[in-house]
């Protein structure tokens, strides 16, 4: 069974999954969607979770530096809720603190240009948040 990783933010989800064996996550993708419709990256999300038979998610939880949960916190789990009851698979929200400046100091040492950065940052916090997940379970 695959693993997704999932970094929402309000424009954008970044999208990660995991081998066959849970030991390593890649990058897959972005996914442009409307904060303001819960629904709008079901499509995208679905085809997905089908393509690589994901069994389950992990969405990154952003936490304040005091473990305090913000707006944007409330948000991943409201989106986590819906992942589990619109897609049907067990979500886990884990702790994403540092993972967007992790992930642009990696971009930043490969000397990236600013406008990929922009590009692949996303994609990178999920690689970043579903590692650090699987890392922990192994």
């Known amino acids: 069974m695959k693993i997704v990783g999932l970094?929402?933010?309000?424009?954008?989800?970044?999208?990660?999954?995991?081998?066959?064996?849970?030991?390593?996550?890649?990058?897959?993708?972005?996914?442009?969607?409307?904060?303001?419709?819960?629904?709008?990256a079901d499509e995208q999300l679905k085809q997905i979770i089908?393509?690589?038979?994901?069994?389950?998610?992990v969405i990154g939880l952003p936490k304040h530096m005091n473990g305090s949960i913000?707006?944007?916190?409330?948000?991943?789990?409201?989106?986590?809720?819906?992942?589990?009851?619109?897609?049907?698979?067990?979500?886990i929200l884990w702790d994403e603190r540092l993972t967007t400046v992790a992930a642009e100091r990696v971009l930043l040492e490969a000397d990236m240009s600013r406008k990929k950065?922009?590009?692949?940052?996303?994609?990178?916090?999920a690689v970043m948040i579903l590692q650090t997940?699987?890392?922990?379970?192994?």
Do not use: C
């Open 117 to 125: 950065r922009k590009k692949v940052i996303d994609k990178m916090a």
């Open 7 to 40: 970094d929402v933010g309000s424009k954008t989800i970044g999208v990660a999954v995991s081998d066959l064996l849970g030991m390593t996550a890649q990058g897959l993708t972005t996914i442009k969607w409307n904060e303001e419709d819960i629904y709008s």
């Open 70 to 91: 913000g707006q944007r916190g409330e948000a991943s789990q409201a989106y986590a809720e819906h992942v589990e009851k619109i897609h049907n698979i067990p979500v």
């Open 133 to 138: 997940y699987l890392d922990q379970a192994n």
């Open 50 to 57: 089908n393509e690589h038979a994901v069994g389950e998610a």
